[in-house]
């Protein structure tokens, strides 16, 4: 576990790109925080790592739920905040998001605790002032305990 704090949004989009450079096809980070925490914001600095070009085309997907961004690899941003009924949930067929070969990101990740795979990063972002924000990176699974302890 490792707790970065943040003074400005680039900070943490600098924080998001060091972390997206790490990431490979496959992974999955969990993202946890109130709104405005900064979960698009550190996803903008994720994908941008992840070989996204234009970190600006990230915006919160809140109304279509999964967006796609090209790098790398594929980078997949779900925002799961408006979805509140599981049938809803598994309507999205998030299984092939999440168990597959891109880097998925979701935002309101506590809301589907049950559908992350044992190994993922949890990302929580807490606001500690109007430009401060306390980062919690909790590794689930060894490659995200060496990815975390090499940032
Ligand atoms: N240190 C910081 N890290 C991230 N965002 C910050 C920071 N300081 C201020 N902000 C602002 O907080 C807001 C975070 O919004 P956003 O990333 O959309 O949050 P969320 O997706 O969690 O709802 C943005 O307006 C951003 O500019
Ligand atoms: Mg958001």
């Known amino acids: 576990m490792k ?3 943040t003074k400005s949004p680039a900070e943490t989009i600098a924080l998001g790109k060091r972390i997206g450079r790490l990431a490979g ?3 999955v980070i969990a993202l946890i925080g109130d709104l405005g925490s900064g979960k698009t914001t550190i996803t903008k600095g994720l994908a941008s790592g992840a070989g996204v ?3 600006n085309s990230v915006l919160s997907p809140s109304f279509v739920l999964i967006k796609e961004y090209h ?3 594929p980078v997949y ?3 799961i905040y408006r979805l509140d009924e599981r049938s809803a949930i598994d309507s999205l ?3 092939e998001y999440i168990y597959g070969n891109g880097l998925a990101i979701i935002e309101w990740a506590d809301k589907v605790k049950d559908i992350l795979p044992p190994a993922f990063l949890k990302v929580e972002l807490e606001v500690a002032g109007k430009d401060k924000r306390i980062i919690k990176l909790v590794p689930h699974g060894e490659r995200f305990k060496k990815i975390v ?3």
């Open 3 to 5: 707790i970065i704090k």
């Open 25 to 27: 096809p496959g992974d």
């Open 53 to 55: 070009e234009n970190k």
């Open 71 to 73: 790098g790398r690899m």
């Open 77 to 79: 941003h779900m925002d």
């Open 93 to 95: 067929g998030y299984e």
């Open 149 to 151: 302890n090499h940032l």
